[in-house]
């Protein structure tokens, strides 16, 4: 896990110091994703500079260092992430005459792209990745990104150069970059609390869709070419149902979750896990456990605050696996002081709340390890999410309801106040159908009965202002053709449709997103199994029984961590890995918020202040619960703030 930079001069007319001095201050600005070991390399003749910043992980010698140069000298990468069935295609380059100089993957990588061409090694790999390689023969770059979308890759051209790298950040010391904000990605930013791909805040930039490659000619023409489509491999898996069998199913997830953790075990490095407790941390780490000649290192935050510590549920499960545990629990104030810093690490607009005990949970997992495994992805492959549930309930009875009386239910929701929803969900027995965040879900549920069709109902419900361009005077919202509702065709079945559509979209761009930033912020290597390509393949050929069955989500996952796990210490209601946001903004981060959101602050970065202004009151005073909305906002001005970016 590491980062890189880089830029292209088409006009090449920069001498190689002035591209060395360059590329270097480049990388310098992502340190943090690789505090071990910093190196370039520049073509002169080719317009061509390279940045690394290094976290070693496997072949910590000078031998996996990058830039890498291929052994026949054509070919130079830098690259980000980890392939984790190097060794098994090492014999066959070996076989070719390549003689390897180290045992990383990195090389293997390398010289596989040279012995057989970048299409054919990459649909070959297993593993996370975002890389660039030049091609100092034909002056071609290629840049790729992993399945998922696990790394992040962003470029674009600005004038005669061309960026690439992990984090924009990066490309500030270059004179070239011009950082102006895309007011139609921040609409989109305010639709979904972050920037979708293949997107970025900043005019003129992109980011790399996950299983897809982008070649630069010398001439500057990209050309983006996908070898991995999410969606056709769910159209053929409906296409194609394993046979419903439970045992057989049970067993082959077992065994394909077990390979998948056992090769993200690999390295010369501490190793541990994040465990939540929940379903997906706890397969996790069991099956870690299952394979680890000695107590897997596992590391959990709590909170004192009713409603979001998970630690007890995640120390039962590390008791049972006999794991070596690791707890901090957190006080609010540790929390929020966390907050002015978001920005530093995440280089666009980004308001997932949750980005907060990530990065804390992330500074604990470093204090003891270097590599660590997550659990995340699980909700999105098999459906563990409340909003599968409750979108197809919803679907099922708008289709059947007057679109009269939809909308006098909404009016009926969004007239009850939000300290009204909060006091029932306190005095409903928690075993019952106590409502969590019961506001929000509220304020959510009128904005789907409004919404109509499928798509657009799925989109309320995941969206945060459901009229973004209100927001932002001159903006056009940009909406991705999977909103169209052309995926039906394709994907009938609705449930497993929004499945698809997180998997797209809110999976890479927001968890995955999140994960990236705040584990590499403290030097850490995040690995998620559950998102293996192979693993995800193999749950689209499920049955839907196996997803969803009545009414328990990730029914198959529940039974295969029955064999590692007593069904009692995880058989509970999802509570999600958040902070008390609303509550915050009521009391100790009102001060903050008020400043960020006082009207002349709104209108110097560029938003309408009047219904921003009347939710915040709304908020303040209870009745509306607009947490989410306003940590949005909250989240943009900060961002604007830290970076002084001009409008």
């Known amino acids: 896990m590491c980062g890189f930079t880089g830029f292209l001069d088409f006009a090449r007319a920069t001498g190689v110091d002035t591209l060395a001095d360059l590329v270097g201050r480049m990388a ?139 984090q924009p950040k990066s490309f500030r010391p270059h004179p070239a970059w011009r950082g102006e904000i895309d007011r139609d990605s921040l609409a989109a930013f305010l639709r979904f609390a972050y920037v979708p ?16 490659l982008a070649e630069i000619d010398a001439g500057g023409q990209v050309t983006e070419t996908c070898y991995w489509d999410l969606r056709a491999k769910a159209a053929a898996g409906r296409s194609d149902r394993s046979p419903d069998d439970d045992e057989t199913a049970i067993e082959e997830l077992d065994l394909l979750l077990r390979d998948a953790v056992g090769r993200r075990m690999i390295a010369d490095v501490p190793l541990g896990a994040l465990l939540s407790g929940g379903i997906d941390s706890s397969t996790v780490v069991a099956l870690m456990q299952a394979q680890s000649a000695r107590p897997v290192k596992t590391f959990t935050i709590g909170f004192a605050e009713d409603g979001f510590d998970e630690a007890p549920h ?17 006080a609010p104030a540790d929390a929020r002081d966390v907050i002015p810093d978001l920005p ?81 969900a306190r005095v409903l027995p928690r075993s019952g159908p106590r409502a969590v965040r019961a506001a929000d879900r509220a304020a959510k549920l009128a904005l789907m009965l409004r919404a109509g069709a499928e798509e657009r109902l799925y989109r309320q419900l995941v969206g945060q202002w459901p009229s973004p361009e209100a ?21 009938p079945d609705f449930v497993e449709r929004m499945q ?35 693993v995800v393949e193999h749950c689209f050929h499920l049955p839907a029984r196996q997803r969803i069955r009545h009414g328990e989500t990730k029914w198959l996952l529940r039974r295969v961590l029955d064999r590692y796990v007593p069904r009692a210490l995880v058989d509970r209601p999802k509570m999600g890995f958040g902070v008390p946001i609303d509550a915050w903004l009521r009391g100790p981060l009102r001060e903050w918020a008020e400043a960020l959101l006082a009207p002349h602050r709104l209108v110097e970065e560029g938003l309408a202040p009047a219904p921003i202004r009347e939710r915040w009151q709304q908020h303040l005073s209870g009745t509306a619960n607009w947490q989410y909305p306003l940590w949005c906002v909250l989240m943009y001005q900060s961002w604007r703030e830290y970076w002084r970016i001009a409008a």
């Not at 997180?502 to 559950?530: F, H, N, Q, W």
């Open 471 to 491: 927001l932002v005077p001159g903006a056009a919202e940009p909406v991705d053709a999977i909103w169209s509702g052309s995926l039906a065709e394709e994907v």
């Open 314 to 330: 995640a120390a039962a499960v590390a008791r049972h696996l006999g794991t070596d545990h690791h707890e901090l629990y957190v």
């Open 500 to 534: 698809l559509i997180d998997m797209l979209t809110y999976l890479p761009d927001d968890i995955l997103a999140k994960v990236d930033r705040a584990s590499m912020a403290v030097g850490l290597e995040a690995r998620v199994p559950l998102i293996d390509h192979r």
């Open 28 to 166: 310098a600005t992502i340190a943090h994703r690789g505090p071990d070991d910093a190196k370039i390399w520049v073509d002169g003749a080719g317009g061509a500079a390279l940045g690394f910043r290094r976290l070693a992980i496997v072949d910590l010698s000078e031998a996996g260092a990058q830039p890498m140069v291929s052994a026949c000298g054509r070919f130079v990468m830098v690259y980000n992430g980890e392939v984790y069935n190097a060794e098994d295609l090492r014999p066959a380059l070996a076989a070719r005459g390549i003689a390897f100089r180290g045992h990383s993957d990195t090389e293997v990588m390398l010289e596989a792209f040279a012995a057989w061409g970048v299409e054919a090694t990459i649909t070959r790999l297993i593993g996370m990745f975002a890389f660039a390689l030049w091609d100092r023969s034909e002056r071609r770059l290629t840049l790729g990104r992993d399945r998922m979308g696990i790394k992040p890759l962003y470029f674009g051209r600005f004038g005669q150069t061309f960026f690439f790298g992990s």
């Open 344 to 424: 530093r690490w995440y280089d666009e607009p980004f308001a997932d709340s949750s980005q907060i005990p990530t990065l804390l949970v992330s500074a604990l997992a470093r204090k003891e390890v270097t590599v660590v495994l997550s659990g995340d992805g699980g909700d999105e492959l098999l459906a563990g999410y409340n909003r599968y549930l409750h979108g197809k309930r919803l679907i099922t009875w708008t289709e059947r309801v007057p679109r009269p009386l939809r909308n006098a239910g909404a009016s009926l929701l969004q007239a009850v106040p939000a300290g009204a929803w909060d006091g029932l």
């Open 197 to 212: 791909a293949p997107r970025s805040i900043f005019s003129g930039l992109r980011q790399l869709r996950p299983g897809h």
